[in-house]
């Protein structure tokens, strides 16, 4: 690798820690890195905390067919009613609408294309994404990991 790849990768990594930073500091639930590795595991850790996604069809939330609602393991926060949820056929939890003030979006380029990230609006904890090919009436789709999720019967 050259010293300016090198240089460049290296400013790239120190600066989306750092807004990572910024941003944990800006939600209500806030928790130090021990405690959300105590309180999760590795798996729900690397997709809450550092941004990863599960496996597809790895989650038995995917073929969840009750009525409840589905909430933040990190925070308890309600974010879909299982009334929105919808079977895309992609392996992952799928909704056409969050509950109102129940979650956060941001741009995400990592992958090589442009996508829009969904979070808890509360603790921060990665869901998943948000695409434009979804049912109506929203023509949303939320593919959210089902390890970011617990599902609460009605």
Known sequence: ????????SATSLIAAGSARAAQEGAFEVTRSEEEWRAMLSDA??????DEKTE???SSALNDEKRSGIYACRGCDLPLYDASTKFDSGTGWPSFY????????TKDDNSLF?????VHCRRC???????????PTPTG???????????????
């Open 1 to 8: 690798m050259k010293r300016r790849t090198f240089i460049l």
């Open 44 to 49: 729900e850790y690397a997709v809450m905390r």
């Open 55 to 57: 496996r597809a069809g």
């Open 97 to 104: 609408a969050p509950l109102p003030n129940a979650i956060g």
């Open 113 to 117: 294309a442009r996508r829009t990230e």
């Open 124 to 134: 921060g904890s990665h869901l998943g994404h948000v695409f434009d090919d979804g």
């Open 140 to 154: 949303k789709r939320h593919c959210l990991n089902g390890v970011s999720l617990v599902f609460k019967a009605a």
